[in-house]
């Protein structure tokens, strides 16, 4: 399996949301207005294709310098398991570099997964729920 990791600056709609259905996560994705503000709106797009099939996004939100927020990590059902995860979890690493720090916020699903790719829990965050 030849699978291509890249950075992407602009995105096909449709694809994300076949994508986001087929990963499983938990996302408005019958709002594609909200869906395609959310990745618009995100300034590091990291993917993995498989003869040019969307199979797997790391989207983030950074500031290059200190940070980086991994809003979704995701691949689709049928490619999970496979190393995929972790190579775009490595790619965020290498795009944005060793002084940057990465946070995300887990599914309780995943809560296993990310020990195993190399990520400390955290304890010190505080949030507000959003409302929809």
Same mark, same amino acid.
């Given at each position: ?13 449709? +694809?994300?949301? /076949?994508?986001?259905? !087929? ?12 869906? !395609? ?25 950074? +500031? ?11 691949? +689709?059902? !049928? ?10 979890? /490595? !790619? ?14 887990? /599914? ?25």
């Amino acid at each position: 399996m030849n699978i291509l990791y890249q950075q992407e600056s602009s995105f096909n709609l449709p +694809d994300m949301l /076949a994508l986001y259905r !087929a990963s499983g996560i938990n996302r408005p994705i019958d709002d594609s207005t909200r869906m !395609a503000t959310m990745l618009v709106s995100s300034n590091l797009l990291l993917t993995a294709r498989l003869d040019g099939k969307l199979v797997g996004l790391a989207r983030c939100l950074t +500031d290059k310098a200190y940070v980086v927020y991994i809003c979704d990590l995701l691949v +689709d059902k !049928a490619y999970q398991q496979q190393g995929i995860g972790k190579a775009l979890l /490595a !790619a965020v690493q290498q795009a944005t570099g060793p002084q940057v720090q990465q946070l995300l916020r887990s /599914a309780p699903s995943a809560m296993q997964y990310y020990p195993q790719v190399g990520f400390t829990p955290v304890e010190n965050g505080f949030y507000i729920q959003r409302q929809y």
